[in-house]
């Protein structure tokens, strides 16, 4: 984990989308990683299985939710844009958390609008630099 909660708060509002898909994206979108180096595509696939283990016993959420999870972490790595809000405001949040490893963020490469505005670019950079304090 741990992406910017209020960050993705924030986000999440500015574009209405789905806040127990986002958060839920946030916690456990990494957490099937195999080491801190490389990420392969992989470990959105083992993450969205996870997650599906998960449901009904940590967290419930409708079906239609658990299909934008599910999309959401499988192809959190893939680098994709087009997809529904609440699926763009997922990988918004873990794109714009990049400043953890020296990476600013393009805005050719976010989905929402409110994520490649200047203002949230440059906030959440330096926030991420910092480590989200
Ligand atoms: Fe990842």
Redesign the pocket.
Known sequence: MNLDQILVRLLAGMESANLSVVELFCML??TQ?RNERR?PPS??RRAARYAKSLRGVWFDLSDKEMELLTEALKY??DGYTEADLTVQVCWDA?RLDLGRVGIKPAPHRLCTASAKSVAVLEAAYERSVKGNL
Request: aromatic share 0%; glycine share 12%; hydrophobic share 10%.
């Open positions: 979108h990494d990683r990420a470990h959105g959190h790595s873990d």
